[in-house]
């Protein structure tokens, strides 16, 4: 079973304004939180930087190759590319492997590459990839955007999310109008949302 995406170490609480005592479990829910508004739901931090992302494996995308020979894949930065397979329109179930070495250009941080002449066009191809970064490498937008929703976590209760005030007489629930993720929060992440290609 996959850890989840932990965008925040204990090593780096003080840095962001985080309590030393703050639990894990709040880092767990704020990264939760970053994986689904990025689209990303196998996270921005590769586990092992060479064969695995966050969810234990690899990436696995396809894509319709209509002309040309520029793919661009949806999730960034490439770390590696593990294996590529192609088939031509017309053949849908005939897949034939291509081997990485055989790719000449690739841009990690775009996701673009060419394929190679020996890949049918038109037709689709299927890559199976691993993306994102090391917790070293993680971009500062990325955890200060979860160190700020720790914070909101942390103010408040056993209510629920967003809860400022309860009462028991006509049993009203008052909610604070900012959201964890707000304006301030969406604009650290929106340069990391997952965009797919068309």
């Known amino acids: 079973m996959a850890s989840p995406s932990l965008y925040l170490q204990r090593a780096d609480y003080e840095l962001y304004g985080i309590s030393p005592d703050q639990t894990p479990a709040s880092v767990v829910r704020a990264s939760t939180l970053i994986d689904a508004f990025t689209h990303r739901p196998e996270g ?17 995308e396809q894509l319709n190759v209509p002309f040309g020979r520029t793919v661009v894949l949806s999730r960034t930065p490439i770390v590696t590319l593990v294996k590529t397979e192609s088939t031509a329109a017309g053949h849908p179930w005939s897949w034939r492997e291509t081997p990485v070495g055989a790719f000449g250009y690739l841009d990690e941080g775009t996701g673009k590459f060419e394929l190679p002449a020996q890949v ?27 160190a700020t929703i720790v914070r909101r976590i942390s103010t408040d209760n056993d209510l629920g999310p967003n809860v400022k005030r309860a009462s028991a007489g006509d049993a009203s629930i008052e909610r604070f109008s900012a959201q964890f993720l707000d304006d301030e929060v969406a604009r650290l992440l929106t340069p990391f949302v997952r965009v797919v290609p068309v």
Do not use: N
């Not at 092992?48 to 696995?60: F, L, Q």
């Not at 299927?126 to 993680?138: I, M, P």
């Open 44 to 60: 921005l931090i590769s586990s092992d930087g060479a064969t695995m992302d966050a969810t234990g494996k690899a990436i696995v």
């Open 120 to 146: 049918s066009y038109p037709g689709r191809v299927r890559v199976t990839y691993v993306a994102g970064w090391s917790y070293d490498q993680l971009p500062a937008a990325i955890k200060l955007a979860a």
